[in-house]
């Protein structure tokens, strides 16, 4: 992207809620069970049939709000009419310009912060396969099945003001948006799954300039990567016709992922006319203060002061070993292992490096190995290595470092190997004494050779520069 | 013979159910050939449910205040298992895996259902002639309609088919083909009776109500199906009330309104016999004199924005995806249209054509919003209007019962026959027809009691007054 | 407010998924006219000020605990639809 232009994105981000049922009715909401067994006439939008409303979606959807700094404010629930053979009433029970949760804000780790419209709850709609076409797709298909067991499993879809300005920035407020859910439990945020999904609205602007400019809504989007190639092959199109002075058209377009392009979604169809009306077989819903403030209370830290604490317990200032160890959960975990007396800086990186999608070890467990290390009794490889171990089966640590062989070297026996290293290279140690400090490495490589990588690189180093005085 | 004595006499082992059910099930063997206010007449399940209830009087059980009941209700009421078609094409084969609450209400109370009643499709008409099966005719008069939609209940009980029926009323669809068959209908308060199985016309407007002989009798089968449901967010979480207690205690001191402006239009037979009613309630102890309540002049207006906006959400459903009719299309949009165009009747393509007009963009706010602010100025002049008086009176309708086709072509004045009932759907508040005497032309005329929301019981005390002084 | 032309009873006849011969589009614009132009009184009066009422009903917070109930048997909801295909609602292609 040339520097004359800015981005201006906006997302609308929808997740599905961690309820046990449905939004209006009492069927299981549950991913990947036969196709049409968690239907009811309700959800099934069978003549006759009436909603009522999850008191538990109302809850999570207000965790959600005030997690995001929203107002929960009294709301209705309105109809959106369209046809579509995903949507048993052909029309969908949404929230519309009274949502629950108004106004509010995201701060990313790099300390940006942007700026959420609204949180408002809804309905799911069915699932259609395409058969015939190929590869399952739309285009092409002979005709589409319907399995109705996601229709009416409950939504809350939060919409971000048009304050992310680059596609890793919309990256970054997806992940946490993502941590947050999950930390409140209003969700567990699998897109892989569905469960959270992202349609971006993109427009561009010279740089310098406030003004916005004709924007377009990217759907399709079925990762935080297809997010952020989206975007910056949106913007490049947007550019590449404003240089050319033609106009973008507003209209919304489809990320295919393998070709790596967006295309124009619009048919033959005449432009959407939705006829908003309220649902007359809801009745409105106005969360009463004392709800509210339980609701608030019982909030768990978030991630913005998680990192917060994270980065002062460990010492270090904030970055990404700090955001990654939040996001991942981890954070207790280095926390408990520093209070247990291990160095924080080393606690953090091994977490954010060795520990990321593995079973959680055992805090004091952890906070041995790490004391190992800092010792060491325990090389940095076979400290990772313990930890690997530690995490997948448990066990003791020492236990473990004994049964993989990683006896502790006397340090006699070190400094041995590091005298007969430097009697064998007489040229390069002469070099190294003279300044050559990269050669430390030569001589740390044969030390290792010798002791069959138990020596610990340190301490090598270390006995190094103390024969070079 | 009434319900009242029908529940009495089984429950106490003076008649079988089997017997009562034979008796009704020979008057539909007669008559119903000429008259069709059943889509469906439930015969064996009828007579099985009778010794069902029969047997448990033997077993010195009891059945429940409706015992050995005979009862139709309206095809609009979901009943598992059993065709629920709202005289409609579109739901050609549909039999509901569920029982409308109300239904299930009925049956625990003891009652032995023998039919799914005729109506306008999807209840939308007043005159029963909308039906994809075939007009419903007037029991006094087989030439006339028997009003609508819930012709079908009003004609069974007038033609001693069931001893009670239940319609569903969303701007006078129990109270006017009650008024023209002669028979009590009565609209409860919004939320009362619960809408579960109940399939959608205006659901903001819909209400299910009881069809009798007597006022006691619709009393009864309200106290059966009243009550909060779980299963209807708009249900009012209140026990039903009780109203056998209160039914004799008659008039004296009530404040009863004549609605000034829903007496103009109406036929002068009808008007007079409006002016007797007032004069009975005063005879027995009301005040009766003349009220206004300027907004209801704009209530039918705002009614058919209303209704056909709601009801264009509430019928697109029926797309032949999941159930009913489907006719093929080379795709999905081609087989909406064709099947919705199949399936569906003039009268109710009409309304679905007003209502998305009503909701599309450009509209909304001159028409559905607009609409939804005059119902605003309905219930505050009903409620300046009840600040004076307990009770109003009007006309049911503004004529007895007219000739078959006589209003087919048109929509208008048919939709016109509904002015004095449609009030009581806008606001929410109950009311009840009571015949009164006949017209010119020796048919019934229905008067109509209005009360404030829960006011069942006190109007349902002048109701009994005026059946008194009526009969 | 204009009336009702012929261009939106075909509008709205779209919008509705209903397939309306030519018959049909002119008796809907001659019925509904004659229906909206009964309203105009409703369309023409000074409300301002006057909230709408979606609901007769004041009823709020009408809630139900999140707790699973029975669905429907499967094979009882599709035998009654219109065309199946492994445990699914069969429709005709979407574009």
Same mark, same amino acid.
């Given at each position: 992207?040339?520097?004359?232009?800015?981005?201006?994105?906006?997302?609308?981000?929808?997740?599905?809620?961690?309820?046990?049922?449905?939004?209006?009715?009492?069927?299981?909401?549950?991913?990947?069970?036969?196709?049409?067994?968690?239907?009811?006439?309700?959800?099934?939008?069978?003549?006759?049939?009436?909603?009522?409303?999850?008191?538990?979606?109302?809850?999570?959807?207000?965790?959600?709000?005030?997690?995001?700094?929203?107002?929960?404010?009294?709301?209705?629930?309105?109809?959106?009419?369209?046809?579509?053979?995903?949507?048993?009433?052909?029309?969908?029970?949404?929230?519309?310009?009274?949502?629950?949760?108004?106004?509010?804000?995201?701060?990313?780790?790099?300390?940006?912060?942007?700026?959420?419209?609204?949180?408002?709850?809804?309905?799911?709609?069915?699932?259609?396969?395409?058969?015939?076409?190929?590869?399952?797709?739309?285009?092409?298909?002979?005709?589409?099945?319907?399995?109705?067991?996601?229709?009416?499993?409950?939504?809350?879809?939060?919409?971000?003001?048009?304050?992310?300005?680059?596609?890793?920035?919309?990256?970054?407020?997806?992940?946490?948006?993502?941590?947050?859910?999950?930390?409140?439990?209003?969700?567990?945020?699998?897109?892989?799954?569905?469960?959270?999904?992202?349609?971006?609205?993109?427009?561009?602007?010279?740089?310098?300039?406030?003004?916005?400019?004709?924007?377009?809504?990217?759907?399709?989007?079925?990762?935080?990567?297809?997010?952020?190639?989206?975007?910056?092959?949106?913007?490049?199109?947007?550019?590449?016709?404003?240089?050319?002075?033609?106009?973008?058209?507003?209209?919304?377009?489809?990320?295919?992922?393998?070709?790596?392009?967006?295309?124009?979604?619009?048919?033959?169809?005449?432009?959407?006319?939705?006829?908003?009306?309220?649902?007359?077989?809801?009745?409105?819903?106005?969360?009463?203060?004392?709800?509210?403030?339980?609701?608030?209370?019982?909030?768990?830290?978030?991630?913005?002061?998680?990192?917060?604490?994270?980065?002062?317990?460990?010492?270090?200032?904030?970055?990404?070993?700090?955001?990654?160890?939040?996001?991942?959960?981890?954070?207790?975990?280095?926390?408990?292992?520093?209070?247990?007396?291990?160095?924080?800086?080393?606690?953090?990186?091994?977490?954010?490096?060795?520990?990321?999608?593995?079973?959680?070890?055992?805090?004091?467990?952890?906070?041995?190995?790490?004391?190992?290390?800092?010792?060491?009794?325990?090389?940095?490889?076979?400290?990772?290595?313990?930890?690997?171990?530690?995490?997948?089966?448990?066990?003791?640590?020492?236990?473990?470092?004994?049964?993989?062989?990683?006896?502790?070297?006397?340090?006699?026996?070190?400094?041995?190997?590091?005298?007969?290293?430097?009697?064998?290279?007489?040229?390069?140690?002469?070099?190294?004494?003279?300044?050559?400090?990269?050669?430390?490495?030569?001589?740390?490589?044969?030390?290792?050779?010798?002791?069959?990588?138990?020596?610990?690189?340190?301490?090598v180093t270390r006995l190094l520069q103390e024969r070079a005085g | 013979m009434t319900a009242l004595e029908i529940a009495r006499d089984v429950r106490g082992g003076a008649r079988s159910a089997r017997e009562v059910v034979e008796e009704h099930l020979a008057?539909?063997?007669?008559?119903?050939?000429?008259?069709?206010?059943?889509?469906?007449?439930?015969?064996?399940?009828?007579?099985?449910?009778?010794?069902?209830?029969?047997?448990?009087?033997?077993?010195?059980?009891?059945?429940?205040?409706?015992?050995?009941?005979?009862?139709?209700?309206?095809?609009?009421?979901?009943?598992?298992?059993?065709?629920?078609?709202?005289?409609?094409?579109?739901?050609?084969?549909?039999?509901?895996?569920?029982?409308?609450?109300?239904?299930?209400?009925?049956?625990?109370?003891?009652?032995?259902?023998?039919?799914?009643?005729?109506?306008?499709?999807?209840?939308?008409?007043?005159?029963?002639?909308?039906?994809?099966?075939?007009?419903?005719?007037?029991?006094?008069?087989?030439?006339?309609?028997?009003?609508?939609?819930?012709?079908?209940?009003?004609?069974?009980?007038?033609?001693?088919?069931?001893?009670?029926?239940?319609?569903?009323?969303?701007?006078?669809?129990?109270?006017?083909?009650?008024?023209?068959?002669?028979?009590?209908?009565?609209?409860?308060?919004?939320?009362?009776?619960?809408?579960?199985?109940?399939?959608?016309?205006?659901?903001?407007?819909?209400?299910?109500?009881?069809?009798?002989?007597?006022?006691?009798?619709?009393?009864?089968?309200?106290?059966?199906?009243?009550?909060?449901?779980?299963?209807?967010?708009?249900?009012?979480?209140?026990?039903?009330?009780?109203?056998?207690?209160?039914?004799?205690?008659?008039?004296?001191?009530?404040?009863?309104?004549?609605?000034?402006?829903?007496?103009?239009?109406?036929?002068?037979?009808?008007?007079?016999?409006?002016?007797?009613?007032?004069?009975?309630?005063?005879?027995?102890?009301?005040?009766?004199?003349?009220?206004?309540?300027?907004?209801?002049?704009?209530?039918?207006?705002?009614?058919?924005?209303?209704?056909?906006?709601?009801?264009?959400?509430?019928?697109?459903?029926?797309?032949?995806?999941?159930?009913?009719?489907?006719?093929?299309?080379?795709?999905?949009?081609?087989?909406?249209?064709?099947?919705?165009?199949?399936?569906?009747?003039?009268?109710?393509?009409?309304?679905?054509?007003?209502?998305?007009?009503?909701?599309?963009?450009?509209?909304?706010?001159?028409?559905?919003?607009?609409?939804?602010?005059?119902?605003?100025?309905?219930?505050?002049?009903?409620?300046?209007?009840?600040?004076?008086?307990?009770?109003?009176?009007?006309?049911?309708?503004?004529?007895?019962?007219?000739?078959?086709?006589?209003?087919?072509?048109?929509?208008?004045?048919?939709?016109?026959?509904?002015?004095?009932?449609?009030?009581?759907?806008?606001?929410?508040?109950?009311?009840?027809?009571?015949?009164?005497?006949?017209?010119?032309?020796?048919?019934?005329?229905?008067?109509?009691?209005?009360?404030?929301?829960?006011?069942?019981?006190?109007?349902?005390?002048?109701?009994?007054?005026?059946?008194?002084?009526?009969? | 407010? +204009?009336?009702?032309? !012929?261009? =939106? $009873?075909?509008?709205? +006849?779209?919008?509705? !998924?209903? =397939? $309306?011969?030519?018959?049909?589009?002119?008796?809907?614009?001659e019925q509904l006219a004659a229906v909206l132009e009964h309203a105009a009184d409703v369309a023409a009066l000074d409300t301002t000020g006057v909230p709408p009422t979606a609901h007769p009903l004041p009823l709020v917070n009408v809630l139900r605990e999140?707790?699973?109930?029975?669905?429907?048997?499967?094979?009882?909801?599709?035998?009654?639809?219109?065309?199946?295909?492994?445990?699914?609602?069969?429709?005709?292609?979407?574009?």
């Amino acid at each position: 992207m040339t520097a004359a232009w800015e981005m201006v994105i906006g997302l609308e981000v929808h997740t599905e809620l961690a309820t046990a049922t449905k939004l209006f009715c009492s069927c299981r909401n549950a991913f990947g069970d036969e196709p049409n067994t968690n239907i009811c006439p309700v959800c099934l939008g069978l003549p006759g049939s009436l909603p009522v409303l999850n008191r538990h979606a109302v809850e999570l959807a207000m965790r959600v709000g005030l997690a995001l700094q929203s107002r929960v404010e009294p709301s209705i629930f309105h109809r959106k009419n369209y046809f579509y053979p995903d949507m048993p009433k052909d029309y969908q029970v949404s929230q519309y310009d009274q949502p629950i949760n108004v106004g509010g804000a995201l701060e990313l780790p790099d300390g940006s912060r942007v700026g959420i419209t609204r949180a408002h709850m809804e309905e799911d709609t069915g699932k259609t396969t395409h058969v015939g076409g190929g590869g399952g797709r739309i285009h092409g298909a002979d005709h589409s099945l319907v399995d109705y067991n996601r229709a009416g499993v409950p939504l809350v879809e939060i919409v971000s003001e048009p304050d992310i300005h680059s596609a890793d920035q919309a990256k970054a407020y997806v992940n946490e948006l993502r941590s947050i859910l999950v930390a409140v439990g209003a969700s567990d945020a699998r897109m892989e799954e569905g469960s959270l999904r992202i349609d971006a609205n993109i427009s561009m602007r010279r740089a310098g300039t406030d003004a916005l400019g004709t924007r377009t809504e990217i759907k399709n989007l079925n990762s935080v990567r297809s997010l952020g190639r989206a975007l910056e092959y949106e913007a490049r199109r947007q550019i590449g016709l404003l240089e050319a002075g033609e106009a973008v058209v507003q209209e919304t377009r489809h990320w295919n992922e393998e070709e790596g392009r967006t295309s124009s979604m619009r048919s033959k169809e005449e432009a959407y006319d939705y006829r908003y009306f309220p649902e007359p077989d809801l009745v409105a819903l106005e969360p009463p203060a004392a709800w509210q403030a339980e609701v608030g209370a019982a909030l768990p830290a978030l991630p913005a002061a998680r990192r917060a604490r994270l980065a002062e317990v460990a010492g270090v200032g904030a970055g990404e070993s700090v955001a990654t160890v939040v996001q991942q959960g981890l954070d207790r975990l280095v926390i408990a292992a520093v209070e247990a007396g291990a160095d924080g800086r080393l606690a953090l990186n091994r977490a954010a490096n060795e520990l990321v999608n593995r079973p959680l070890p055992d805090p004091t467990a952890f906070a041995t190995v790490l004391k190992m290390e800092s010792g060491g009794r325990l090389t940095a490889t076979q400290a990772k290595a313990v930890l690997a171990e530690l995490a997948e089966s448990g066990g003791d640590p020492e236990a473990i470092a004994r049964a993989k062989g990683f006896e502790a070297l006397a340090g006699d026996v070190v400094a041995e190997a590091v005298d007969q290293a430097i009697v064998a290279h007489p040229g390069e140690w002469g070099r190294f004494v003279g300044g050559e400090a990269k050669l430390a490495g030569f001589f740390v490589g044969k030390v290792m050779a010798a002791t069959r990588g138990k020596a610990d690189g340190k301490a090598v180093t270390r006995l190094l520069q103390e024969r070079a005085g | 013979m009434t319900a009242l004595e029908i529940a009495r006499d089984v429950r106490g082992g003076a008649r079988s159910a089997r017997e009562v059910v034979e008796e009704h099930l020979a008057a539909i063997a007669f008559r119903e050939g000429e008259l069709h206010a059943f889509n469906l007449v439930l015969a064996d399940e009828a007579r099985a449910r009778a010794d069902e209830v029969d047997r448990r009087v033997a077993a010195g059980e009891d059945p429940g205040p409706l015992a050995g009941v005979p009862v139709a209700v309206k095809d609009n009421l979901c009943t598992r298992g059993v065709p629920t078609t709202c005289s409609s094409r579109i739901l050609d084969g549909w039999r509901p895996p569920y029982d409308a609450t109300v239904v299930t209400r009925l049956r625990e109370a003891g009652a032995v259902l023998v039919g799914k009643t005729n109506m306008d499709e999807f209840a939308m008409g007043s005159s029963t002639e909308n039906s994809a099966f075939g007009p419903t005719r007037n029991p006094r008069d087989p030439s006339r309609v028997p009003g609508g939609s819930s012709g079908g209940s009003a004609a069974a009980v007038a033609a001693g088919f069931a001893a009670v029926a239940l319609g569903s009323d969303t701007g006078g669809s129990i109270r006017q083909p009650a008024a023209l068959c002669g028979v009590v209908g009565l609209k409860p308060t919004y939320g009362l009776v619960s809408r579960y199985g109940l399939v959608a016309f205006a659901s903001s407007l819909d209400q299910i109500g009881p069809l009798g002989a007597t006022v006691a009798d619709a009393a009864l089968a309200l106290e059966v199906i009243a009550g909060h449901d779980p299963a209807d967010s708009t249900s009012i979480p209140q026990p039903p009330p009780a109203l056998a207690g209160v039914l004799s205690d008659g008039v004296d001191g009530l404040r009863i309104g004549i609605v000034r402006e829903l007496m103009g239009g109406i036929d002068a037979d009808v008007a007079a016999r409006v002016a007797a009613a007032a004069a009975a309630l005063e005879a027995a102890g009301a005040k009766v004199d003349e009220a206004s309540v300027p907004a209801l002049g704009l209530g039918l207006s705002a009614y058919y924005l209303i209704a056909t906006a709601e009801a264009s959400s509430n019928l697109a459903r029926y797309d032949g995806v999941r159930y009913g009719l489907r006719v093929d299309g080379e795709d999905i949009t081609a087989m909406y249209g064709a099947t919705r165009a199949a399936g569906f009747g003039a009268e109710v393509k009409r309304r679905i054509m007003l209502g998305t007009y009503a909701l599309s963009a450009g509209y909304y706010d001159a028409y559905y919003g607009q609409a939804q602010r005059v119902r605003t100025l309905v219930i505050r002049d009903f409620e300046a209007a009840y600040a004076s008086y307990d009770l109003l009176l009007t006309p049911t309708t503004p004529s007895t019962a007219f000739l078959l086709g006589a209003k087919t072509d048109n929509p208008l004045a048919m939709y016109l026959s509904d002015v004095c009932t449609i009030p009581s759907n806008l606001a929410g508040h109950p009311a009840v027809s009571v015949p009164y005497g006949t017209g010119d032309d020796g048919l019934p005329v229905g008067v109509q009691l209005l009360a404030p929301a829960l006011g069942e019981a006190t109007m349902l005390r002048a109701a009994a007054v005026l059946e008194a002084a009526g009969s | 407010m +204009a009336g009702i032309s !012929r261009e =939106d $009873v075909v509008h709205v +006849a779209r919008l509705a !998924r209903l =397939d $309306v011969t030519d018959d049909e589009v002119d008796r809907f614009t001659e019925q509904l006219a004659a229906v909206l132009e009964h309203a105009a009184d409703v369309a023409a009066l000074d409300t301002t000020g006057v909230p709408p009422t979606a609901h007769p009903l004041p009823l709020v917070n009408v809630l139900r605990e999140d707790v699973p109930g029975p669905s429907l048997d499967r094979d009882e909801v599709l035998s009654m639809a219109p065309a199946v295909e492994d445990g699914q609602f069969r429709v005709p292609r979407i574009l």
